[in-house]
């Protein structure tokens, strides 16, 4: 496990989520759960649309707007 802002965009494999399921707006890493955010362990603003190799699906989530 990373350490709480402690991996870069880069060092994460962040970028557009392929599908809605494992976008970063139903990781459980993610906060607050907006367009825009944050990640306990990738530094940055976090878009909701977006995933990293670090995704953890939240119970019970669905992505915004569903």
Excluded: H
């Excluded at 944050?38 to 669905?62: L, M, P, Q, W, Y």
């Amino acid at each position: 496990m990373p350490q709480v802002w402690g991996l870069s965009k880069e060092a994460a494999g962040y970028g557009p989520a392929p599908k809605p399921e494992v976008r970063c707006d139903v990781c459980e890493f993610m906060f607050p759960r907006l367009a825009v955010g944050s990640c306990k362990f990738v530094r940055g603003i976090i878009r909701a649309s977006d995933t990293c190799n670090e995704f953890s699906a939240r119970a019970g989530s669905k992505p915004a707007g569903d």
